[in-house]
């Protein structure tokens, strides 16, 4: 299995641990119940960041 755009964070956090300090340190994730409650495609264009490569790095860490 991999990390999908759509998939919640609080998802990748419970299934993919390894994949959290990349997560925590591009702050996409400050461990809030809000942005746990969103998609990874959602917190990325709301950070303006380039979801491609960050599904990239996150799915060759797991």
Do not use: S, W
């Not at 998802?11 to 998609?39: G, S, W």
């Not at 990874?40 to 491609?52: K, S």
């Amino acid at each position: 299995m991999a990390i999908t755009p759509d998939m919640k964070i609080a998802q990748i956090f419970r299934e993919y641990p390894e994949a959290v300090d990349y997560l925590l340190e591009h702050n996409i994730c400050e461990c809030d119940f809000t942005t746990m409650k969103r998609t990874l495609r959602e917190v990325a264009e709301d950070r303006g960041l380039d979801l491609e490569k960050l599904l990239e790095e996150l799915n060759r860490r797991i």
